[in-house]
Protein backbone atom coordinates (compact mmCIF):
# COMPACT_ATOMS: atom_id res chain seq x y z
CA UNK A 1 0.00 0.00 0.00
CA UNK A 2 1.36 3.63 -0.98
CA UNK A 3 1.19 5.96 2.47
CA UNK A 4 2.05 9.13 -0.07
CA UNK A 5 -0.92 8.61 -2.62
CA UNK A 6 -2.85 11.61 -2.92
CA UNK A 7 -6.84 10.85 -1.77
CA UNK A 8 -9.49 11.62 -4.25
CA UNK A 9 -10.24 15.21 -5.07
CA UNK A 10 -13.60 14.75 -4.56
CA UNK A 11 -12.74 13.73 -0.92
CA UNK A 12 -10.86 16.75 -0.38
CA UNK A 13 -13.83 18.84 -1.44
CA UNK A 14 -16.21 17.09 0.80
CA UNK A 15 -13.98 17.46 3.81
CA UNK A 16 -13.76 21.16 3.22
CA UNK A 17 -17.56 21.77 2.63
CA UNK A 18 -18.05 20.13 5.62
CA UNK A 19 -15.49 22.31 7.74
CA UNK A 20 -16.72 25.76 5.99
CA UNK A 21 -20.08 24.48 6.90
CA UNK A 22 -19.23 23.66 10.87
CA UNK A 23 -17.17 27.26 10.90
CA UNK A 24 -20.26 29.09 9.44
CA UNK A 25 -22.71 27.45 11.91
CA UNK A 26 -21.23 26.95 14.51
CA UNK A 27 -19.95 30.33 15.24
CA UNK A 28 -22.87 32.06 13.85
CA UNK A 29 -25.07 30.51 16.43
CA UNK A 30 -22.59 30.99 19.21
CA UNK A 31 -22.16 34.72 18.39
CA UNK A 32 -26.11 35.41 17.82
CA UNK A 33 -27.10 33.35 20.15
CA UNK A 34 -29.58 35.58 21.58
CA UNK A 35 -31.35 34.54 18.32
CA UNK A 36 -29.91 30.79 17.60
CA UNK A 37 -31.11 29.34 20.18
CA UNK A 38 -34.89 30.00 19.98
CA UNK A 39 -34.26 27.33 16.81
CA UNK A 40 -33.74 25.07 19.19
CA UNK A 41 -37.17 25.50 21.50
CA UNK A 42 -38.58 22.76 19.57
CA UNK A 43 -36.47 20.14 22.21
CA UNK A 44 -38.19 21.75 25.65
CA UNK A 45 -41.80 21.03 25.81
CA UNK A 46 -42.10 24.31 27.97
CA UNK A 47 -40.27 26.52 25.26
CA UNK A 48 -37.49 27.75 27.90
CA UNK A 49 -34.09 26.81 28.58
CA UNK A 50 -32.19 26.32 32.21
CA UNK A 51 -29.04 27.87 32.73
CA UNK A 52 -27.49 24.71 32.17
CA UNK A 53 -28.87 23.61 29.12
CA UNK A 54 -28.12 27.28 27.58
CA UNK A 55 -24.63 26.50 28.70
CA UNK A 56 -24.66 23.25 26.92
CA UNK A 57 -25.86 24.77 23.61
CA UNK A 58 -23.41 27.65 23.41
CA UNK A 59 -20.34 25.28 24.11
CA UNK A 60 -22.22 23.27 21.46
CA UNK A 61 -21.87 26.01 18.96
CA UNK A 62 -18.68 27.12 19.69
CA UNK A 63 -17.43 23.75 19.80
CA UNK A 64 -18.34 22.80 16.15
CA UNK A 65 -16.61 25.72 14.82
CA UNK A 66 -14.08 24.73 16.05
CA UNK A 67 -14.24 21.49 15.06
CA UNK A 68 -14.67 23.24 11.42
CA UNK A 69 -10.98 24.56 12.17
CA UNK A 70 -9.36 21.26 13.46
CA UNK A 71 -11.24 19.21 10.47
CA UNK A 72 -8.83 21.78 8.21
CA UNK A 73 -5.89 22.04 10.56
CA UNK A 74 -5.52 18.05 11.15
CA UNK A 75 -6.44 16.84 7.15
CA UNK A 76 -4.78 19.58 5.34
CA UNK A 77 -2.22 21.18 6.54
CA UNK A 78 -1.00 18.59 8.98
CA UNK A 79 -1.07 15.60 6.36
CA UNK A 80 2.00 14.59 5.55
CA UNK A 81 2.70 14.87 9.99
CA UNK A 82 -0.11 12.42 10.14
CA UNK A 83 1.22 10.64 7.40
CA UNK A 84 4.42 10.36 8.68
CA UNK A 85 3.12 9.69 12.42
CA UNK A 86 1.14 6.59 10.85
CA UNK A 87 4.49 5.42 9.25
CA UNK A 88 6.26 5.29 12.98
CA UNK A 89 3.32 3.49 14.07
CA UNK A 90 4.10 0.64 11.89
CA UNK A 91 7.23 0.11 13.00
CA UNK A 92 7.04 0.07 16.38
CA UNK A 93 6.88 -3.62 18.01
CA UNK A 94 3.29 -4.72 18.86
CA UNK A 95 4.02 -5.30 22.59
CA UNK A 96 6.07 -2.04 23.06
CA UNK A 97 3.01 -0.25 21.25
CA UNK A 98 0.61 -1.71 24.18
CA UNK A 99 2.49 -1.22 27.23
CA UNK A 100 3.23 2.08 26.45
CA UNK A 101 -0.24 3.39 25.28
CA UNK A 102 -1.99 1.59 28.30
CA UNK A 103 0.57 2.96 30.81
CA UNK A 104 -0.13 6.29 29.35
CA UNK A 105 -3.93 5.63 29.07
CA UNK A 106 -4.09 4.59 32.90
CA UNK A 107 -1.97 7.66 33.90
CA UNK A 108 -4.03 9.99 32.50
CA UNK A 109 -7.22 8.13 33.94
CA UNK A 110 -5.79 7.88 37.55
CA UNK A 111 -4.70 11.43 37.41
CA UNK A 112 -7.94 12.55 36.76
CA UNK A 113 -10.16 10.76 39.35
CA UNK A 114 -7.33 12.52 42.01
CA UNK A 115 -7.10 15.56 40.48
CA UNK A 116 -11.43 16.09 40.12
CA UNK A 117 -13.24 13.75 42.32
CA UNK A 118 -16.50 14.19 40.96
CA UNK A 119 -19.97 14.48 43.17
CA UNK A 120 -22.57 11.11 43.32
CA UNK A 121 -25.91 11.97 42.80
CA UNK A 122 -29.54 10.48 40.56
CA UNK A 123 -28.57 7.32 39.46
CA UNK A 124 -25.15 6.88 40.83
CA UNK A 125 -26.76 8.01 44.05
CA UNK A 126 -28.95 4.78 43.83
CA UNK A 127 -25.92 2.51 42.70
CA UNK A 128 -24.27 3.56 45.35
CA UNK A 129 -26.48 3.02 48.20
CA UNK A 130 -28.30 0.06 47.11
CA UNK A 131 -24.33 -1.14 46.72
CA UNK A 132 -23.34 -0.58 50.14
CA UNK A 133 -26.66 -1.62 51.66
CA UNK A 134 -26.35 -4.99 49.63
CA UNK A 135 -22.23 -5.67 51.00
CA UNK A 136 -23.66 -5.25 54.73
CA UNK A 137 -26.42 -7.72 54.52
CA UNK A 138 -26.27 -9.37 50.51
CA UNK A 139 -29.84 -8.61 49.73
CA UNK A 140 -31.20 -6.06 47.12
CA UNK A 141 -33.40 -4.17 48.83
CA UNK A 142 -34.39 -0.59 48.48
CA UNK A 143 -35.91 0.80 51.93
CA UNK A 144 -35.76 -3.04 53.50
CA UNK A 145 -38.04 -3.88 50.22
CA UNK A 146 -37.19 -6.38 47.59
CA UNK A 147 -36.61 -4.63 44.56
CA UNK A 148 -35.67 -4.84 40.96
CA UNK A 149 -36.30 -1.18 39.51
CA UNK A 150 -32.85 -1.98 38.13
CA UNK A 151 -31.01 -5.21 37.61
CA UNK A 152 -28.70 -6.00 40.16
CA UNK A 153 -25.42 -6.07 37.75
CA UNK A 154 -24.02 -3.18 38.13
CA UNK A 155 -24.60 -2.69 42.04
CA UNK A 156 -23.61 -6.31 42.76
CA UNK A 157 -20.27 -5.41 41.24
CA UNK A 158 -19.91 -2.15 43.07
CA UNK A 159 -21.09 -4.08 46.14
CA UNK A 160 -18.23 -6.35 45.90
CA UNK A 161 -15.79 -3.68 45.67
CA UNK A 162 -17.56 -2.58 48.54
CA UNK A 163 -16.85 -5.86 50.55
CA UNK A 164 -13.52 -6.13 49.41
CA UNK A 165 -12.23 -2.17 50.36
CA UNK A 166 -15.21 -1.00 52.59
CA UNK A 167 -17.76 1.98 51.30
CA UNK A 168 -14.92 3.84 49.54
CA UNK A 169 -15.58 5.61 46.35
CA UNK A 170 -12.09 6.01 45.05
CA UNK A 171 -11.89 2.26 44.81
CA UNK A 172 -14.74 2.00 42.56
CA UNK A 173 -13.43 5.00 40.59
CA UNK A 174 -10.08 3.13 40.69
CA UNK A 175 -11.72 0.04 38.88
CA UNK A 176 -13.30 2.03 36.63
CA UNK A 177 -9.46 3.28 35.74
CA UNK A 178 -8.85 -0.49 35.11
CA UNK A 179 -11.35 -1.29 33.05
CA UNK A 180 -11.43 2.21 30.77
CA UNK A 181 -7.74 1.10 29.99
CA UNK A 182 -9.22 -2.49 29.33
CA UNK A 183 -12.49 -0.87 26.89
CA UNK A 184 -9.13 0.92 24.90
CA UNK A 185 -6.89 -2.83 24.52
CA UNK A 186 -10.71 -4.96 23.81
CA UNK A 187 -11.19 -2.25 21.33
CA UNK A 188 -7.63 -2.80 19.49
CA UNK A 189 -8.18 -6.69 19.72
CA UNK A 190 -10.77 -6.22 17.70
CA UNK A 191 -9.85 -3.55 15.49
CA UNK A 192 -6.41 -5.89 14.91
CA UNK A 193 -9.02 -8.67 13.53
CA UNK A 194 -10.81 -6.84 11.39
CA UNK A 195 -8.67 -3.92 9.75
CA UNK A 196 -5.04 -3.38 9.00
CA UNK A 197 -2.43 -3.09 11.86
CA UNK A 198 -2.11 0.67 10.96
CA UNK A 199 -6.00 1.30 11.31
CA UNK A 200 -6.08 -0.57 14.62
CA UNK A 201 -3.22 1.35 16.59
CA UNK A 202 -4.65 4.67 15.03
CA UNK A 203 -7.95 3.69 17.42
CA UNK A 204 -6.14 2.47 20.23
CA UNK A 205 -4.32 6.11 20.46
CA UNK A 206 -7.09 7.87 19.65
CA UNK A 207 -9.38 6.00 22.17
CA UNK A 208 -6.62 6.41 24.60
CA UNK A 209 -6.83 10.33 24.52
CA UNK A 210 -10.60 10.78 24.32
CA UNK A 211 -11.96 12.90 26.86
CA UNK A 212 -15.01 11.17 28.04
CA UNK A 213 -13.70 7.79 28.11
CA UNK A 214 -11.31 9.89 30.78
CA UNK A 215 -14.00 11.58 32.39
CA UNK A 216 -16.48 8.80 32.89
CA UNK A 217 -13.74 6.85 34.95
CA UNK A 218 -14.71 9.43 38.02
CA UNK A 219 -18.50 8.62 38.06
CA UNK A 220 -20.56 5.14 39.47
CA UNK A 221 -22.33 4.43 36.30
CA UNK A 222 -22.62 0.96 34.64
CA UNK A 223 -21.60 2.70 31.29
CA UNK A 224 -17.62 1.48 31.63
CA UNK A 225 -18.42 -2.38 32.90
CA UNK A 226 -20.85 -2.66 30.29
CA UNK A 227 -18.79 -1.49 27.53
CA UNK A 228 -16.62 -3.79 28.56
CA UNK A 229 -18.75 -7.31 28.76
CA UNK A 230 -19.83 -6.13 25.40
CA UNK A 231 -16.22 -5.58 23.79
CA UNK A 232 -15.70 -8.86 24.96
CA UNK A 233 -18.82 -10.53 23.59
CA UNK A 234 -17.67 -8.95 19.73
CA UNK A 235 -14.06 -9.69 20.19
CA UNK A 236 -15.24 -13.67 20.95
CA UNK A 237 -17.85 -13.61 17.86
CA UNK A 238 -14.88 -12.38 15.96
CA UNK A 239 -12.65 -15.66 17.47
CA UNK A 240 -15.81 -17.62 16.41
CA UNK A 241 -15.19 -16.71 13.10
CA UNK A 242 -11.57 -17.68 12.70
CA UNK A 243 -11.97 -20.38 15.02
CA UNK A 244 -15.23 -21.86 15.61
CA UNK A 245 -15.09 -23.58 19.09
CA UNK A 246 -18.16 -24.54 21.83
CA UNK A 247 -16.28 -22.98 23.99
CA UNK A 248 -16.49 -19.46 22.16
CA UNK A 249 -20.18 -20.14 22.02
CA UNK A 250 -20.18 -20.80 25.86
CA UNK A 251 -18.43 -17.00 26.40
CA UNK A 252 -20.62 -15.71 24.13
CA UNK A 253 -23.69 -16.83 25.78
CA UNK A 254 -22.67 -15.97 29.15
CA UNK A 255 -21.74 -12.48 28.71
CA UNK A 256 -24.69 -11.88 26.67
CA UNK A 257 -26.59 -13.01 29.88
CA UNK A 258 -24.21 -10.80 31.82
CA UNK A 259 -25.05 -7.77 29.54
CA UNK A 260 -28.16 -7.74 30.13
CA UNK A 261 -27.76 -7.85 34.16
CA UNK A 262 -26.08 -4.82 33.90
CA UNK A 263 -28.60 -2.85 31.72
CA UNK A 264 -32.14 -3.98 30.78
CA UNK A 265 -31.82 -2.19 27.55
CA UNK A 266 -29.47 -5.13 26.49
CA UNK A 267 -32.00 -7.44 26.83
CA UNK A 268 -33.09 -8.37 23.05
CA UNK A 269 -29.21 -8.27 22.43
CA UNK A 270 -28.84 -12.07 22.71
CA UNK A 271 -31.66 -12.60 20.26
CA UNK A 272 -29.92 -9.92 17.82
CA UNK A 273 -26.40 -11.06 18.12
CA UNK A 274 -27.28 -14.73 17.77
CA UNK A 275 -28.97 -13.60 13.97
CA UNK A 276 -25.31 -12.69 13.07
CA UNK A 277 -23.61 -16.43 13.22
CA UNK A 278 -25.79 -16.28 9.75
CA UNK A 279 -22.52 -14.59 8.54
CA UNK A 280 -20.26 -17.61 9.81
CA UNK A 281 -18.54 -19.78 7.99
CA UNK A 282 -20.08 -22.73 9.16
CA UNK A 283 -23.04 -24.83 7.34
CA UNK A 284 -26.67 -22.74 8.07
CA UNK A 285 -27.20 -26.19 10.15
CA UNK A 286 -24.50 -25.27 12.16
CA UNK A 287 -24.82 -21.75 11.94
CA UNK A 288 -28.81 -22.14 13.34
CA UNK A 289 -27.85 -24.48 16.24
CA UNK A 290 -24.90 -22.28 17.18
CA UNK A 291 -27.09 -19.25 17.58
CA UNK A 292 -30.03 -20.94 19.34
CA UNK A 293 -27.42 -22.42 21.54
CA UNK A 294 -26.10 -18.92 22.16
CA UNK A 295 -29.33 -17.33 23.14
CA UNK A 296 -30.16 -20.75 25.70
CA UNK A 297 -27.02 -19.98 27.45
CA UNK A 298 -27.81 -16.17 27.79
CA UNK A 299 -30.88 -17.16 29.33
CA UNK A 300 -29.55 -19.60 31.75
CA UNK A 301 -27.16 -17.37 32.71
CA UNK A 302 -30.03 -15.00 33.19
CA UNK A 303 -32.52 -17.45 34.97
CA UNK A 304 -31.35 -17.25 38.77
CA UNK A 305 -31.97 -13.40 38.42
CA UNK A 306 -35.79 -14.22 37.02
CA UNK A 307 -36.56 -16.42 39.21
CA UNK A 308 -35.32 -14.74 42.35
CA UNK A 309 -37.75 -12.02 40.84
CA UNK A 310 -40.69 -14.09 40.40
CA UNK A 311 -40.32 -15.25 44.22
CA UNK A 312 -39.78 -12.36 45.56
CA UNK A 313 -41.46 -10.04 43.83
CA UNK A 314 -43.90 -11.71 41.89
CA UNK A 315 -42.98 -11.02 38.56
CA UNK A 316 -40.55 -13.16 35.58
CA UNK A 317 -39.04 -9.76 35.08
CA UNK A 318 -35.47 -8.42 34.40
CA UNK A 319 -36.15 -5.06 35.70
CA UNK A 320 -39.23 -3.34 36.64
CA UNK A 321 -37.91 0.20 35.53
CA UNK A 322 -38.73 -0.13 31.31
CA UNK A 323 -42.41 0.92 31.41
CA UNK A 324 -41.62 4.12 33.10
CA UNK A 325 -38.78 4.39 31.31
CA UNK A 326 -40.85 4.28 28.09
CA UNK A 327 -43.52 6.42 29.70
CA UNK A 328 -40.84 8.61 29.92
CA UNK A 329 -39.87 9.18 26.40
CA UNK A 330 -43.75 8.70 25.32
CA UNK A 331 -46.21 11.27 26.67
CA UNK A 332 -47.81 14.09 26.02
CA UNK A 333 -44.94 16.56 27.16
CA UNK A 334 -41.96 14.04 26.52
CA UNK A 335 -38.97 16.37 25.04
CA UNK A 336 -37.26 13.26 24.12
CA UNK A 337 -34.89 12.86 26.96
CA UNK A 338 -35.14 11.36 30.43
CA UNK A 339 -36.41 14.68 32.11
CA UNK A 340 -39.94 14.28 33.95
CA UNK A 341 -42.05 16.26 32.20
CA UNK A 342 -45.50 15.24 32.41
CA UNK A 343 -47.91 14.70 35.52
CA UNK A 344 -47.36 11.61 37.28
CA UNK A 345 -49.59 9.04 37.04
CA UNK A 346 -47.76 6.33 39.02
CA UNK A 347 -48.25 5.69 42.60
CA UNK A 348 -45.27 6.57 44.91
CA UNK A 349 -42.23 5.08 43.53
CA UNK A 350 -41.47 3.02 45.50
CA UNK A 351 -40.45 -1.12 45.92
CA UNK A 352 -43.79 -1.52 47.05
CA UNK A 353 -45.25 -0.40 44.20
CA UNK A 354 -42.65 -1.47 41.24
CA UNK A 355 -44.91 -4.10 39.70
CA UNK A 356 -48.21 -2.31 39.36
CA UNK A 357 -46.19 0.99 38.08
CA UNK A 358 -44.33 -0.71 35.69
CA UNK A 359 -47.58 -2.25 33.89
CA UNK A 360 -48.50 1.21 33.68
CA UNK A 361 -46.15 2.66 32.27
CA UNK A 362 -46.20 0.33 29.91
CA UNK A 363 -49.56 0.96 28.91
CA UNK A 364 -49.95 4.55 29.18
CA UNK A 365 -46.65 4.64 26.88
CA UNK A 366 -48.28 2.22 24.51
CA UNK A 367 -51.77 3.99 24.00
CA UNK A 368 -49.93 7.26 23.54
CA UNK A 369 -47.88 5.96 20.90
CA UNK A 370 -50.40 3.78 18.70
CA UNK A 371 -52.81 6.92 19.43
CA UNK A 372 -49.84 9.46 18.21
CA UNK A 373 -47.62 7.53 15.86
CA UNK A 374 -46.68 10.39 13.89
CA UNK A 375 -45.64 12.00 17.34
CA UNK A 376 -43.59 8.81 18.27
CA UNK A 377 -41.81 9.34 15.19
CA UNK A 378 -41.00 13.28 15.81
CA UNK A 379 -39.98 12.48 19.36
CA UNK A 380 -38.21 9.46 18.32
CA UNK A 381 -36.05 12.10 15.99
CA UNK A 382 -35.11 14.03 18.99
CA UNK A 383 -34.10 11.39 21.36
CA UNK A 384 -31.69 10.72 18.52
CA UNK A 385 -30.86 14.54 18.89
CA UNK A 386 -30.28 14.02 22.76
CA UNK A 387 -28.46 10.64 22.22
CA UNK A 388 -25.72 12.05 20.03
CA UNK A 389 -25.79 15.71 20.03
CA UNK A 390 -23.20 16.16 22.80
CA UNK A 391 -20.47 13.99 25.18
CA UNK A 392 -20.73 15.79 28.60
CA UNK A 393 -22.54 13.82 30.61
CA UNK A 394 -19.81 12.72 33.27
CA UNK A 395 -19.06 16.43 33.94
CA UNK A 396 -22.68 17.61 33.83
CA UNK A 397 -23.18 18.80 37.77
CA UNK A 398 -20.01 20.65 37.50
CA UNK A 399 -20.85 22.45 34.08
CA UNK A 400 -24.61 23.18 36.14
CA UNK A 401 -22.06 24.83 39.39
CA UNK A 402 -20.48 26.50 36.67
CA UNK A 403 -24.15 28.01 34.82
CA UNK A 404 -25.61 28.93 37.99
CA UNK A 405 -22.24 31.00 38.96
CA UNK A 406 -21.87 32.51 35.74
CA UNK A 407 -18.07 32.01 35.68
CA UNK A 408 -16.18 30.15 32.85
CA UNK A 409 -14.13 27.58 34.94
CA UNK A 410 -11.73 24.93 33.79
CA UNK A 411 -14.53 22.03 33.16
CA UNK A 412 -16.19 24.36 30.74
CA UNK A 413 -12.80 24.02 28.64
CA UNK A 414 -12.36 20.23 29.44
CA UNK A 415 -15.82 20.22 28.04
CA UNK A 416 -15.34 22.41 24.85
CA UNK A 417 -12.31 20.42 24.41
CA UNK A 418 -14.11 16.83 24.76
CA UNK A 419 -17.03 18.19 21.98
CA UNK A 420 -14.25 18.85 19.46
CA UNK A 421 -12.53 15.76 20.05
CA UNK A 422 -16.26 13.92 19.93
CA UNK A 423 -17.51 15.34 16.70
CA UNK A 424 -14.18 14.87 14.71
CA UNK A 425 -15.10 10.97 15.86
CA UNK A 426 -18.47 11.52 14.23
CA UNK A 427 -18.02 12.97 11.39
CA UNK A 428 -14.72 10.81 10.89
CA UNK A 429 -17.22 7.67 12.02
CA UNK A 430 -19.57 8.68 8.90
CA UNK A 431 -16.78 8.54 6.43
CA UNK A 432 -15.68 5.29 7.74
CA UNK A 433 -19.52 3.91 7.29
CA UNK A 434 -19.84 5.67 3.83
CA UNK A 435 -16.57 4.18 2.74
CA UNK A 436 -17.55 0.73 3.92
CA UNK A 437 -21.09 0.55 1.96
CA UNK A 438 -19.64 1.85 -1.21
CA UNK A 439 -16.23 -0.79 -0.47
CA UNK A 440 -18.00 -4.42 -0.42
CA UNK A 441 -15.44 -6.15 -1.41
CA UNK A 442 -13.03 -5.15 1.37
CA UNK A 443 -15.39 -5.61 4.10
CA UNK A 444 -14.83 -7.01 7.14
CA UNK A 445 -17.72 -9.11 8.38
CA UNK A 446 -17.32 -8.12 11.69
CA UNK A 447 -18.48 -4.25 10.11
CA UNK A 448 -22.00 -6.37 9.90
CA UNK A 449 -21.60 -7.06 13.54
CA UNK A 450 -20.49 -3.64 14.86
CA UNK A 451 -22.94 -1.85 12.52
CA UNK A 452 -26.30 -3.96 13.40
CA UNK A 453 -25.09 -3.19 17.03
CA UNK A 454 -24.80 0.60 16.49
CA UNK A 455 -28.84 0.47 14.78
CA UNK A 456 -29.68 -1.65 17.32
CA UNK A 457 -28.82 0.96 20.24
CA UNK A 458 -30.00 3.72 17.96
CA UNK A 459 -33.57 1.75 17.87
CA UNK A 460 -33.72 1.18 21.26
CA UNK A 461 -33.56 4.65 22.19
CA UNK A 462 -35.48 6.24 19.70
CA UNK A 463 -38.35 3.96 21.59
CA UNK A 464 -37.49 4.84 25.14
CA UNK A 465 -35.34 8.12 25.41
CA UNK A 466 -32.09 9.35 24.54
CA UNK A 467 -29.46 10.79 27.13
CA UNK A 468 -25.89 11.61 26.05
CA UNK A 469 -24.33 9.13 28.46
CA UNK A 470 -26.23 6.53 26.63
CA UNK A 471 -24.03 6.53 23.56
CA UNK A 472 -21.10 6.00 25.52
CA UNK A 473 -20.78 2.01 24.76
CA UNK A 474 -20.88 3.01 21.00
CA UNK A 475 -17.96 4.82 20.93
CA UNK A 476 -15.27 1.98 20.59
CA UNK A 477 -17.66 1.18 17.80
CA UNK A 478 -17.90 4.71 16.04
CA UNK A 479 -13.87 4.83 16.42
CA UNK A 480 -12.90 1.63 14.52
CA UNK A 481 -15.44 3.22 11.15
CA UNK A 482 -13.29 6.42 11.64
CA UNK A 483 -9.71 5.10 11.46
CA UNK A 484 -10.82 3.45 8.66
CA UNK A 485 -12.01 6.26 7.25
CA UNK A 486 -8.70 8.39 8.16
CA UNK A 487 -6.19 5.61 6.71
CA UNK A 488 -8.04 5.51 3.90
CA UNK A 489 -7.84 9.70 3.37
CA UNK A 490 -4.12 9.71 4.35
CA UNK A 491 -3.17 6.17 2.42
CA UNK A 492 -5.20 6.04 -0.53
CA UNK A 493 -8.11 3.06 -1.09
CA UNK A 494 -7.17 0.23 1.06
CA UNK A 495 -5.95 -2.20 -1.99
CA UNK A 496 -4.05 -4.69 0.77
CA UNK A 497 -6.65 -5.24 3.27
CA UNK A 498 -7.56 -9.08 3.63
CA UNK A 499 -11.24 -10.63 2.88
CA UNK A 500 -11.51 -11.01 6.28
CA UNK A 501 -10.78 -11.49 10.18
CA UNK A 502 -6.68 -11.54 10.40
Known amino acids: MSYHRNPSKKIDIFILA ?31 FTPLT ?30 NALLRLKDIKELDFLLLVFGVGFTLRLLWII ?4 QIYSDWKWYDDAAYHMSQIWRYEENGLPTAYW ?16 HSYFMVKFVNVLLSSGICILTYLI ?63 ILLGLLCLVKAAALPLPIFIALFFIK ?5 NLRLRNALLTVMIAF ?28 IGNNPLSSGNWVWQAEN ?28 PFGFIQRGIKKEIYLFATDLSAIVKELESAAQNGRVDKFIIFNIIGQVYYYLLLIFSAGGIILLILNRKNRNPGFYLLGGILIYWMGIHFVFFGVDRFHFPMIPILLIFASTFLEFYLNGPLTDRKSGPG
Not at 54 to 83: D, H, M, N, Y
Request: aromatic share 18%.
Open 300 to 327: LTLSPWLLRNKMVIGSFTLATNGGINLY
Open 280 to 284: LREKL
Open 191 to 253: ARKMVSPISSRLTLLILTFFPSQIFFTNVLASEILFTVLLLLIINFWLKQYLHPSFYYLLLIG
Open 54 to 83: ILILRSSFLSLGLTGIALVFLLFFCREVLI
Open 115 to 118: LFPS
Open 345 to 372: PFRELSAANEIENNRLGYKLATQFILHN
Open 18 to 48: IASSLLAFGFTLFFDFGNAHKLFLFLSPHHS
Open 151 to 166: PIGYPLFIAIIYWFFG
